[in-house]
């Protein structure tokens, strides 16, 4: 089983990013998938995630409006396109999937996002 993440960077406020991640030995389509964040001395935060369909999406406040998740499940990946990008959204963001009745939990390795002029 693999998460692999990436397109993170260093951009300045207001830009835009758009994370993947990329999902392999386990069946993507059934499980929901979530991204998180850990900013440096600060816990993991959930920012949003996606059915295991893509026909339902939810997000933390901080995020609302500038952040979409979406899924490929033909391609076994999931993104985040983050526009209007802040310095309080650098942090290394993480995607987790979820199976069924949450008996299995993946994690990726996280891909840094840095937000600085």
């Known amino acids: 089983v693999q998460l692999v993440e990436s397109g993170g960077d260093l951009v300045q406020p207001g830009g835009s990013l758009r994370l993947s991640c990329a999902a392999s030995g386990f069946i993507f389509s059934s499980y929901q998938m979530s991204w998180y964040r850990q900013a440096p001395g600060k816990e993991r935060e959930w920012v949003a995630r996606i059915s295991s369909d893509g026909g339902y999406t939810i997000y933390t406040d901080s995020v609302k409006g500038r952040f979409t998740i979406s899924r490929d499940n033909a391609k076994s990946t999931a993104y985040l396109q983050m526009n209007s990008l802040k310095p309080e959204d650098t942090a290394v963001y993480h995607c987790?999937?979820?199976?069924?009745?949450?008996?299995?939990?993946?994690w990726g390795q996280g891909t840094q996002v840095t937000v600085s002029s």
């Open positions: 987790q999937a979820v199976g069924p009745w949450g008996v299995s939990t993946y």
